[in-house]
Structures are given as C-alpha cells and as structure tokens.
C-alpha cells in the first residue's frame, strides 16, 4: 500500500472512532453546563445551522453522493499524495456525521456556545472538518 494511501486512512479511522467514542458518551445520557458552554446532546437534522432539514431522510444520501464525489475529484486529480493527512481527517469526520444520520436520524451534535452570543450547536467531528478545510487551503496557498 502506497504511504498516502495508509496515511489517508489511519487518520480516516482515527478520527471517525474518536468522534463516534466522544458520541457515545452524550448519547449514554451525560452532560454538563456552565455558563458559558453548555455540553448535551442535541440532534441536528440539517447540516451547518441546522439549513437543509427540509432534505429530511434525502439528507444523509445526498451528503453521501457529495463525499463519493469529492473523493472521485481527489483521486482522479492526484491530491491525494500531496493532501493525504487533511483528506483523512476530512473524511473520516464526514463519515462520522454522516453515519450519525443513518443510525440515529441526524447528525450528533454537543457543544453549545452562549456566552454572549448564541452559536449553532457542533461536535468533534465539525471542528476536525473545519481544520482540515484550512489545513488543505494552507497548503495550497503556501505553494503558490
């Protein structure tokens, strides 16, 4: 197995157990407050601020379709090599959320931020998205 490959996917799996693990826990029913960040399950049915919901089981197929896609554009452009590490984690988060519609009907969610603003509520696996979005814009920018 070529070291991109393997690299792609140990941070794929990594990232997709560590996400479900961190689920797992608010889904056996713990929480915690505090007046500034409040962790409790909550079920997104839409995706980023709960928009789409109105997809309701189309959702989770859709989301699917995309990730096939942009893993066909990975592949067939040659970005894997270069990208390996942030694919891995992008799509090891993606299929945790993903997978969390398929199983529980929308997607995991527990971190709510209020302390003086109200944010959408988000999860391990939407932080790890949103690093490896910078992380493989970064690397583009920094090569160009």
């Known amino acids: 197995m070529h070291r991109s490959w393997l690299v792609f996917l140990l941070a794929l799996a990594g990232i997709y157990l560590i996400d479900q693990s961190i689920k797992s826990i608010f889904l056996a029913g713990w929480r915690w407050e ?19 919901a ?8 859709i989301q699917l379709l995309l990730l096939a896609g942009v893993l066909g554009y990975v592949l067939h452009g040659g970005h894997l090599k270069r990208y390996s590490l942030p694919l891995g984690i992008l799509f090891g988060a993606g299929l945790s959320n993903i997978a ?16 003086g603003f109200d944010f959408a509520v988000f ?8 690093l490896a979005v910078v ?4 690397l583009n920018l920094r090569n160009n």
Not at 38 to 49: D, E, H, I, K, P
Not at 54 to 61: A, D, I
Not at 135 to 138: A, Y
């Open 34 to 52: 505090s007046d500034c960040v409040s962790l409790t399950l909550v079920y997104n049915r839409g995706v980023a601020f709960s928009m789409f």
């Open 123 to 130: 999860n391990f696996a939407d932080v790890m998205i949103d």
């Open 100 to 115: 969390d519609r398929f199983v529980h009907g929308g997607v995991v969610d527990y971190v709510a931020w209020h302390c």
């Open 135 to 138: 992380w493989i814009l970064f």
């Open 54 to 61: 109105f997809l309701g089981p189309w959702l989770k197929w």
